[in-house]
């Protein structure tokens, strides 16, 4: 039988995501929500999504052109579709979207973030409070997605690259492998089961590389408009030494929790089948990344808006319950306070947001096992 999943989102990642899972042999039900079906419309028009072959010169992977099983403009028939749905949409619209698909959801489905970004606790903290405490769904936070890519036309994709795989973690971990393997068939890469979903939050590579990098070079990329190569030219000699100053706070909050994280440098490494022998390196050569001149062009980009609220301010968090010091992380979620006239220390995941709160570090650990 045809492996059936429904992808809420209609952005970079939910078209992309759409046209892969079709490709390796899945039926795709895709939802835009309203104000976000322009993508839907163009698919509708142009009878499916393609994936260039060359875009600016540059060539890519994955080309092609696939039909879509079908485009739905209704939560519940997107939820009636399948029993694996993937919402691969930014942080900030976890939550929502949760909230407008809870009345739809049945037992037994699974729920896939990528990003995760301690998303499956905060759902599950919404589902508890509005009432749907005994609904057996399934939770599984993703480190990110599996692409970078991009919509480049109506209904047109330009896919760089793809990771050799993609860590996942369920929540409860207890259900990782049984998730993995319902996922899988559908995947166009391997899954790897993490230890728990605290754990792929803090694997999550763009942790230090997107909110640091772009907090430590905002001048020229504003000035710019953004007109660079983003991991070649904003990562220096001395920019890679504080994002490795950064990374050691992740990774002793880490060992405080009693997990063993993967360094940045080996991540990368595996995830993009690279042998470089520094993050500097990483950045400067990796060809997935290096294809085309793009970059943020000011501080309300998602490298701070999602990723230093929604992984630097847990791992800040995270830090203050083990006594771990974060003097890099907590400087640049100030300086990024600055630039958006925010308080990302209250605005951000907290604990109290993913119903952590006045937990010790261990019945954390035990909770999300």
Same mark, same amino acid.
């Given at each position: 039988?045809?492996?059936r999943v429904?992808?809420?989102?209609?952005?970079? #990642?939910?078209?992309?995501? #759409?046209?892969?899972f079709?490709?390796?042999?899945?039926?795709?039900?895709?939802?835009?929500?309203?104000?976000?079906?322009?993508?839907?419309?163009?698919?509708?028009?142009r009878?499916?999504?393609?994936?260039?072959s060359h875009?600016?010169?540059?060539?890519?992977?994955?080309?092609? %052109?696939?039909?879509?099983?079908?485009?739905?403009?209704?939560?519940?028939?997107? !939820?009636?579709?399948?029993d694996?749905?993937?919402?691969p949409? &930014?942080?900030?619209?976890?939550?929502?979207?949760?909230?407008e698909?809870?009345?739809? !959801?049945?037992?037994?489905?699974?729920?896939?973030?990528?990003?995760g970004?301690?998303?499956?606790?905060?759902l599950?903290? $919404?589902?508890?409070?509005? =009432?749907?405490?005994?609904l057996?769904?399934?939770?599984?936070?993703?480190?990110?997605? &599996?692409?970078?890519?991009?919509?480049?036309?109506?209904?047109?994709?330009?896919?760089?690259?793809?990771?050799?795989?993609?860590?996942?973690?369920a929540?409860?971990?207890?259900?990782?492998?049984?998730?993995?393997?319902?996922?899988?068939?559908?995947?166009?890469? &391997?899954?790897?089961a993490?230890?728990?979903v $605290?754990?792929?939050?803090?694997?999550? $590579?763009?942790?230090?590389?997107?909110?640091?990098?772009?907090?430590?070079?905002?001048?020229?990329?504003?000035?710019?408009?953004?007109?660079?190569?983003?991991?070649?030219?904003?990562?220096?000699?001395s920019?890679?030494?504080?994002?490795?100053?950064?990374e050691?706070?992740?990774?002793? $909050? =880490?060992?405080? !929790?009693?997990?063993?994280?993967?360094?940045?440098?080996?991540?990368?490494?595996a995830l993009y089948d690279?042998?470089?022998?520094?993050?500097?390196?990483?950045?400067r050569?990796?060809?997935?990344?290096?294809?085309?001149?793009?970059?943020?062009?000011?501080?309300?980009?998602?490298?701070?808006?999602?990723?230093?609220?929604?992984?630097?301010?847990?791992?800040y968090?995270?830090?203050?319950?083990?006594?771990?010091?974060?003097?890099?992380?907590?400087?640049?979620?100030?300086?990024?306070?600055?630039?958006n006239?925010?308080?990302? %220390?209250?605005?951000?995941?907290?604990?109290?947001?993913?119903?952590?709160?006045?937990?010790?570090?261990?019945?954390?650990?035990?909770?999300?096992a």
């Amino acid at each position: 039988m045809t492996n059936r999943v429904s992808i809420i989102g209609s952005g970079n #990642a939910g078209l992309t995501a #759409a046209y892969h899972f079709t490709k390796h042999g899945a039926d795709v039900c895709l939802y835009g929500s309203k104000g976000f079906d322009q993508p839907l419309q163009d698919i509708e028009q142009r009878g499916g999504i393609e994936a260039l072959s060359h875009f600016n010169d540059v060539e890519l992977t994955f080309a092609g %052109f696939q039909a879509i099983d079908k485009i739905s403009r209704d939560l519940k028939e997107t !939820l009636d579709y399948a029993d694996l749905v993937v919402l691969p949409v &930014p942080s900030f619209a976890q939550e929502p979207l949760f909230i407008e698909m809870l009345p739809h !959801l049945r037992d037994g489905q699974i729920i896939m973030l990528m990003p995760g970004n301690y998303g499956s606790l905060v759902l599950n903290r $919404i589902k508890h409070e509005r =009432g749907y405490g005994q609904l057996d769904i399934t939770f599984v936070d993703a480190i990110s997605i &599996p692409w970078a890519t991009r919509i480049v036309g109506p209904a047109q994709l330009a896919i760089l690259g793809m990771k050799e795989f993609l860590p996942v973690a369920a929540f409860p971990a207890k259900r990782s492998q049984m998730a993995i393997d319902a996922l899988q068939p559908v995947m166009p890469l &391997p899954l790897t089961a993490l230890g728990n979903v $605290i754990e792929a939050g803090l694997e999550n $590579i763009n942790f230090g590389g997107h909110p640091l990098l772009t907090t430590l070079n905002m001048g020229l990329l504003e000035n710019f408009d953004g007109q660079f190569n983003y991991y070649k030219d904003c990562c220096s000699v001395s920019t890679a030494k504080a994002a490795a100053a950064m990374e050691n706070e992740r990774l002793a $909050i =880490g060992r405080l !929790l009693g997990l063993t994280l993967k360094p940045e440098l080996d991540a990368m490494n595996a995830l993009y089948d690279m042998d470089c022998k520094t993050v500097y390196e990483v950045n400067r050569t990796s060809e997935t990344h290096g294809k085309l001149n793009s970059a943020p062009n000011s501080a309300s980009n998602r490298y701070i808006t999602e990723d230093a609220a929604y992984l630097l301010v847990p791992c800040y968090e995270l830090g203050q319950l083990t006594g771990v010091e974060t003097p890099m992380i907590t400087a640049c979620l100030h300086i990024d306070n600055a630039y958006n006239d925010t308080n990302y %220390f209250t605005t951000g995941r907290t604990l109290k947001k993913m119903g952590l709160d006045n937990l010790s570090a261990q019945e954390i650990m035990d909770f999300v096992a």
